[in-house]
């Protein structure tokens, strides 16, 4: 008899999905922040590799999955990443509204 499927929480090591994002260039960026937190991460994409990607109506989406032990700290390394993001082109739209080409007004 084939072995029943468990219900229920995933075991610590079971991996999960963190996150879906779109495309290989961005999953590849949050990989590297993870794994520089020491997060081990895989992925899983149902894209189809060729000279042109095909990427419309989810089939560039790529998951990110991590160990069930390691979510809670994937979400919040994640959410830090994004308020860094948010800070860094507030920053950047607050230099670029004063910033004036050589002998011209500010914009």
Do not use: C
Not at 4 to 9: C, I, R, S, V
Not at 10 to 17: A, H, K, N
Not at 63 to 76: E, G, S, T
């Amino acid at each position: 008899m084939p072995e029943e499927k468990k219900h229920g929480p995933p075991d610590e090591d079971d991996l999960v999905e963190l996150i879906s994002v779109q495309g290989e260039a961005n999953a590849e960026l949050l990989v590297d922040i993870l794994e520089g937190e020491e997060i081990d991460v895989m992925l899983k994409s149902n894209q189809t590799f060729g000279a042109l990607p095909f990427t419309v109506d989810g089939m560039g989406a790529v998951r990110l999955l991590v160990r069930a032990h390691d979510l809670p700290k994937a979400r919040l390394v994640l959410e830090e990443y994004a308020r860094s993001v948010d800070e860094m082109s507030e920053a950047l739209r607050e230099m670029l509204s004063k910033w004036a080409p050589r002998g011209g007004k500010p914009h």
